[in-house]
């Protein structure tokens, strides 16, 4: 591999970050925090492989001049016949960019979070909910105040939950949502379990949002064997896939 096609190769992997930065499809693996570094990346790699491209047609074209000028070629070699280059392994670098061009998988959903254990963790403290009816919270802010604080926060609040829904570990409907702390990598759900009148003709993985409140009930994730809270549904809406899937 010759320095014109490393140049096009970061052309290339620069062009494929920025584009999927700029439309929204890097939500699908990390969150969305970080878009101003990943455009700053994909700018970087752009421009370094602009100006490497232009460096070395100029170059080329300088070289030429002198051929003819001499009389005689300068071969991209050391004097001994070895043309310089990069490794082939190098061409492997464009992987990744066909995979995010042509074949991007989509965000992780009811398949990662049926073989992932329910990520809700206890806070020290539960602060007073805010005002709003119904009010939206977080799949873990409900999670975390039904499994921990035992609803004492959530009270007789109506409460607002967004996520996919799933079968659960008694075949019952879950609503769940993937958490990242930085990217897909390491993703993992939370899970409520739907208490109540659901639509008939639920599909998996179908987003859906419900509003409900507090219920005492819970069950036992099958994969961790953490307790996986109910909320008692008054009302499930129909969505279309949101843009940001993952909470953070």
């Known amino acids: 591999m010759n320095k014109q096609a490393q140049a096009v190769i970061l052309l290339l992997i620069g062009g494929a970050v920025l584009r999927a930065s700029l439309s929204g499809q890097y939500l699908n693996y990390v969150k969305a925090g970080l878009q101003p570094y990943l455009i700053a990346a994909g700018a970087i790699l752009v421009v370094a492989g602009a100006f490497t491209l232009w460096y070395e047609l100029r170059g080329a074209k300088t070289a030429r001049g002198g051929d003819n000028a ?31 061009l042509l074949f991007a998988p989509p965000a992780l959903g009811s398949y990662a979070a049926g073989r992932s254990g329910s ?49 659960g570990p008694q075949d019952q409907w879950l609503l769940a949502r993937m958490m990242v702390s930085c990217c897909a990598a390491d993703a993992r759900p939370v899970k409520v379990a739907l208490d109540g009148e659901l639509p008939d003709g639920l599909q998996d993985q179908q987003w859906v949002r419900v509003t409900g409140r507090y219920s005492g009930r819970e069950v036992t994730d099958n994969v961790n064997g953490e307790a996986i809270p109910f909320i008692s549904v008054s009302d499930v809406t129909l969505i279309a896939v949101p ?5 953070s």
Do not use: C, N
Request: glycine residues 12%; without cysteine; charged residues 20%.
């Open 119 to 167: 990520a809700v963790t206890a806070r020290s403290e539960y602060a007073p909910l805010p005002a709003g009816d119904p009010l939206s919270l977080t799949m873990l802010d409900y999670a975390s105040r039904a499994v921990f604080d035992k609803g004492v926060s959530l009270g007789e609040r109506r409460i607002q939950l967004t996520g996919f829904v799933m079968r």
């Open 70 to 100: 001499h009389g005689h070629a300068h071969g991209d070699d050391d004097g001994h016949g070895h043309a310089h280059g990069g490794p082939k392994v190098a061409w492997l670098l464009l992987a990744p960019v066909l995979g995010l």
């Open 243 to 247: 843009q940001e899937q993952y909470e």
